[in-house]
């Protein structure tokens, strides 16, 4: 979503960096790159005004000025205002004191939230609670009929009363208010503790709409209201939610679509405009493409800083902790990676999402968008298949496939024997890796030797012994002598025929020509 604006933004203090000092006339042109930058990414005209002038003001400050590195003062005054107009802190969801705790949601038609409520179900039922979908949206075609099929995918109960209109050119005849009502009120028999009230759409702002969506809220006394905005529509999202905020008064902002390849200004000014957090971002087609928004994460990402916190998180929700702890005593253990076990960390991998989503939380991965994009996701798939179509035997010691093992395997996978070559050698790569962490020594760079930290074969504090380089003959007889003697029997280490320890009493044997130098 915010590809553009990061590689405007990451270009820019890139090219702050190679100033030791930063003058009046380089933050004045930094402060009008970010502002090109925003404008383009469509964020607010008065966000944007506001945005920039407080960076230039704090940027002139002695906060800069006085800083050993101002273009890193720089850089962290634009994530702090960034963090600032993405709402500050986040904000988890307010549950009623006395169950059932009850959800609006609200939006423009298209916007996803029928998708949306299927999403939040399953988040808070993975939580602990036990949410119940409400159909009040009884005036989109087959609006009542994606809800149970969102909520059958998502494990949660859908009361729909009423099925709504089959086709465009049906009338409605339901009473979505009287819906909600005793959606909220089967919700208390049945002793739910969370409701989620879809409600319905329209193509663009109206007074029925908003007086449908105010009837609703005075009708079930909602303890969220969630106005659900889709981030493509771009400057159209800023008086989209000035609108519900004055129709319904909503309470949280839910961005959906941040998937999709908009410039992505809704999301830097809606928070602002309205007053009002964003609580939750849809990231994905998936139910689980679903996360909490946090404004300081989000800013990291968009300065290409990387989101590893929620990588880590989205890591602890698909790796199996007993899975976790049996690879890492093997490890400690000396015992050698295996491609089952590879087969298992890559499965636990893919269960966490898109391999590119997960990849783009890393910082600095900004620099090899293009790489990232043209990432197949496929390949993880035709990697599975070649595993898969190994016997237990050849996944634990791949050292005896041979030849016709590999034609064998890559017949079986409908992959080239080649594919298979490759898949072994990079395995070969990572299992050496594996047990150079197994010692504690770290990884080796390749290309760049063994650096401090980064692990290799020489022991700190050790020197490495010295290469012994043969020598070649000497021009002077009596020494080419004694090492031609040396070399046909002499005991390693007796220059010039000296007998070795033990040996003191030996007869003396002096080459000849040299009497004459020990006075014989």
């Known amino acids: ?20 000092r930063l003058s009046e006339a380089d933050i004045d042109a930094t402060v009008r790159e970010i502002r090109r930058a925003l404008l383009d990414a469509d964020v607010a005209v008065p966000v944007v005004r506001e945005f920039t002038g407080t ?56 916007a996803g939230k029928t998708t949306l409520a299927g999403k939040l179900a399953l988040s808070l039922k993975e939580q602990g609670h036990t949410p119940l979908l409400v159909a009040a949206d009884l005036q989109r075609p087959n609006a009542v009929t994606q809800l149970k099929v969102v909520g059958e995918r998502a494990g949660a109960p859908v009361y729909a009363p009423h099925p709504g209109v089959a086709g465009e050119d049906e009338v409605p005849t339901g009473d979505p208010v009287a819906v909600a009502r005793a959606g909220v009120e089967t919700a208390r028999s049945r002793q739910h503790d969370v409701v989620i ?55 949280g902002v839910v961005l959906s679509k941040l998937d999709g390849d908009a410039r992505g200004g809704a999301a830097l000014s809606v928070a602002r405009v309205t007053g009002r957090p964003i609580l939750f971002a849809s990231t994905g087609e998936k139910l689980t493409d679903f996360e909490p928004f946090h404004p300081d994460r989000m800013a990291s990402r968009i300065l290409d800083m990387g989101d590893v916190l929620t990588l880590i998180e989205q890591a602890e929700k698909a790796f199996d902790a007993d899975q976790t702890e049996a690879m ?12 089952s076990d590879f087969l298992v960390q890559m499965q636990q991998m893919r269960s966490m999402g898109s391999m590119k989503k997960m990849l783009g939380m890393l910082p600095g991965m900004g620099q090899m968008r ?36 590999r034609a064998r395997i890559a ?18 790569g990572a299992q050496k890796m594996m047990r150079q962490m197994a010692r504690g020594g770290g990884m080796a760079v390749p290309g760049m030797g063994n650096l ?15 290469v012994r380089r043969k020598k070649g003959r000497s021009g002077n007889p009596a020494k080419r002598a004694a090492e031609q003697k040396g070399v046909d029997g002499s005991p390693a ?28």
Not at 82 to 106: C, D, H, N, Q, W
Not at 328 to 339: C, E, H, I, N, V
Not at 493 to 498: E, I, L, M, N, P
């Open 411 to 428: 017949r079986g996978s409908g992959v080239t024997t080649t594919d298979v070559n490759q898949l072994l050698e990079r395995f070969a």
């Open 197 to 251: 009230i879809d409600t319905a759409g329209r193509l663009g702002v109206d007074a029925e709409l908003m007086q449908q969506a105010a009837d609703i809220r005075d009708a079930t006394s909602p303890d969220e209201i969630l106005f659900v905005i889709d981030a493509m529509i771009g400057q159209d999202a800023v008086a989209t939610a000035q609108a519900f905020a004055d129709g319904v008064a909503f309470t």
């Open 55 to 110: 960076v230039r003001e704090r940027a002139l400050s002695a906060e800069v000025s006085g800083a050993l590195n101002p273009a890193q003062q720089v850089v962290k005054i634009v994530n702090e205002e960034l963090v600032s107009i993405l709402g500050g802190e986040s904000r988890p969801l307010t549950f009623a004191k006395t169950a059932p705790t009850v959800i609006m949601l609200a939006g423009l038609q298209g």
């Open 1 to 20: 979503m915010f590809a553009t604006l990061s590689d405007r933004l990451t270009s820019t203090f890139k090219n702050l960096r190679t100033k030791g």
């Open 493 to 520: 280490g007796s220059a010039f025929g000296v007998a070795p320890t033990g040996e003191k009493d030996g007869p003396l044997e002096i080459p000849a020509g040299l009497e004459k130098f020990l006075g014989r």
């Open 370 to 405: 293009e790489a990232l994009e043209n990432f197949d996701e496929r390949e993880v798939d035709r990697v599975e298949a070649i595993i898969r179509s190994m016997t237990p035997a050849e996944r634990d010691n791949p050292k005896i496939i041979n030849g016709s093992r």
């Open 452 to 466: 401090p930290g980064m692990g290799g074969k020489k022991a700190r504090g050790r020197q490495q012994a010295p």
């Open 328 to 339: 890492a005593a093997k490890m400690a253990s000396g015992t050698d990676f295996t491609l």
